[in-house]
C-alpha cells in the first residue's frame, strides 16, 4: 500500500474542513452574539514497519479531532434601539422556538408582536423570549394620566399621586388613568430572564444563534443568573478577529496545495514503479 498517497489525501480531507470552518467564521463577521469556532487537528494512527524494528513508526495523516468555539466578551454597538440589549457576562437570554424547543442566545436584538389583546417580546425570527420562569414576557407600557386642573387637561405619564401640578391637594382634580404607547423600559428589563450554565465550553453551537445544553456543560436545564446585568441600546458583535482568520484561511489553502502536491507525486511514483520492465 502507498502510503504516502492515502497521508496526502487525508490531509487535504482536514484542510478542507479546517477551510469550511474558517470561511463560516469570515462569513458571520457581522452576525450579533456569534462565537467563532477553532479547527482542533490530530494526527492519525502509527504503525510499526518493521516487527524488528518496533521505533520504526509511520502516521497516516491528520483529522478533524474537534471543533471549540472561541468564547469571550465581543464587542458592543450602541444601537439608540429600545429593544436591543446586551449581556454584559456569561449569561445567555432564552428562547422558545416554534417547536417548543427551548435555546440559550447572546443575540438580544428583540422585537414585539401582537398576541390576540397584548404584545410579547420575540427575536428577529418571531422566537418568544423567556423571563426566569421560563414563561412568555409581556411587553409593559407606561400608565398615563389626564389630569383636570381649572378645566385644563394635562397628559402627564408621570403623575404625582401626593400633590397635583399646581400644588393643590388632589381630591380638586379629576384624574384619568390610560395606557400609553410608551414602553416601560425598565420594568422590561427586569422581565428579562437571564440564565447560566456551569460550563460554557461545553454547549453545542446551533443555526439562528442558538446554544444547546449538554452533559458536558452542566445541568440538563439551566439556572436562572444571579448577576442580572444587561445594557439596553446595544448589542454584542460577533467575537471573528477578520486578520486572524485570514491568517488561518491562508495557511489552510498552503497546508491544502501541499497534500495535493503529495498525492500528485506519490501517484506519479507509483506509475514509475509500474511502468518498470
Partial sequence: MNISFYTGASG???QQEGMNIYSHNIANVNTVGYKSLRPSFADCLYTVQRATEPEWQTGHGQYVMKTDYMWEQGMFTMT???LDFAIPNDNFFMVLDERGRTYLTREG?????HIEDHWELVNGRGEFVLDNE???ITIPFRTGYDTRLNDEVVNSTDYDPELGANGRDIPTQTVNEYTSTEVDYETLMERIGLYEVDNNWGLDQNEDNHFAVTPRSGAARPAPAEDREL???ALEMSTV???SEMVHL???QRSYQLSARVVTTSDEMMNTANNLR
Fill in 134 to 136: 421560563g414563561n412568555h
Fill in 12 to 14: 487535504m480531507i482536514a
Fill in 250 to 252: 491562508i495557511e489552510t
Fill in 231 to 233: 445594557i439596553r441600546e
Fill in 109 to 113: 436584538a428583540f422585537q414585539m408582536t
Fill in 80 to 82: 439608540e434601539q429600545g
Fill in 241 to 243: 478577529d477578520l486578520a
